[in-house]
């Protein structure tokens, strides 16, 4: 099986919002398509996307 590069968490957007999330890149596809959605709800805006991952960081970052 081969090794996914996960990426950090970042704002990630789908149909039902903008969210915090990791990506990976798919060698075959030569892209980076979704591997989580970590935050608990979608927001409006990518800006307050960036401000929850902000806090988020600073604060609750399960990584850290």
């Known amino acids: 099986m081969e090794a996914y590069q996960i990426s950090p968490f970042k704002v990630l957007r789908s149909n039902a919002g903008y969210y915090i999330g990791r990506t990976y890149f798919d060698v075959e596809l030569e892209a ?33």
């Open 32 to 64: 980076d398509l979704p591997w989580s959605r970590d935050s608990h709800g979608y927001y409006a805006t990518s800006e307050e996307a960036t401000k929850a991952l902000q806090w988020w960081k600073e604060n609750d970052d399960p990584s850290a």
